[in-house]
């Protein structure tokens, strides 16, 4: 417990100190912002690492074994549409639950002043990769290659940029940046992960990753259908 815990704590210094260290030479040498600024961002970027270190060691202690159980239980237990129906709704609470969308969602609320609700934001961001984490879970049990899944959500993408108010578009690819957070990516790929684990002659390194990136896709569409609905 205690090497696993130093470990992590080394993980979040190497993450954080090196942008610590370049704004602390900003401020030494260019910026020069107010002390109280400046001290407001040494305390929080201790905070931060203080953060990163407790999430790091729930989710290693918590968030991977459990999707990793959840994805070798579910094909042993359940029949396909019992395990499209989890893999949805676990997809669609992770996005709920992922801190990357809501910040992405207050800004546009924010920037839009109230015309995009933030709500509806993370519902229709969430309700895109709950599709997509079906799909890819789909994907694993029939064996499809992900070449073919990959080139057909993104000719989609790049049909629907024509149809899309131009407001709605830069939003869309943001979206599809969120939710690869530090909540949503170790859950969809333990769940792909342990899913692969329990079907014969498979192999988890070829289908248990790109499920990320296939689930990214989901919210692009999403927010790209809610722009031309929207009005």
């Known amino acids: 417990m205690l090497s696993e815990l130093k470990e992590s704590f080394m993980e979040v210094v190497w993450a954080i100190a090196p942008l610590t260290l370049v704004v602390v030479l900003l401020q030494l040498s ?6 109280v600024d400046f001290v407001r961002f040494l305390i929080g970027a201790l905070l931060v690492m203080l953060g990163f270190l407790l999430f790091l060691q729930g989710v290693k202690v918590g968030l991977l074994p459990m999707g990793e159980m959840v ?5 042993k237990r359940a029949g396909l549409p019992l395990i499209l129906l989890t893999a949805f709704l676990l997809g669609f609470f992770v996005t709920v639950a992922e801190p990357d969308v809501r910040v992405l969602s207050h800004q546009v609320d924010l920037v839009s002043q109230g015309e995009i609700g933030k709500n509806l934001l993370i519902a229709t961001v969430a309700l895109g990769i709950g599709i997509f984490v079906c799909i890819a879970m789909l994907r694993i049990i029939l064996g499809i290659p992900i070449a073919y899944l990959l080139a057909g959500s993104y000719l989609a993408v790049l049909a629907l940029s024509f149809f899309t108010p131009p407001d709605f578009v830069p939003i869309a690819f943001d979206a599809g940046g969120v939710t690869t957070g530090p909540i949503t990516v170790p859950f969809i790929l333990a769940l792909g992960i342990g899913t ?8 988890s390194i070829a289908d248990a990753f790109g499920l990320v990136g296939l689930a990214s ?5 999403g927010v790209m259908l809610l722009g031309i609905f929207h009005r």
Do not use: F, K, Y
């Open 30 to 35: 260019i910026i020069h912002m107010p002390l």
């Open 71 to 75: 994805g070798a239980e579910l094909p």
């Open 196 to 203: 692969a684990s329990v079907l014969g002659g498979r192999s």
């Open 217 to 221: 896709v989901g919210p692009v569409l």
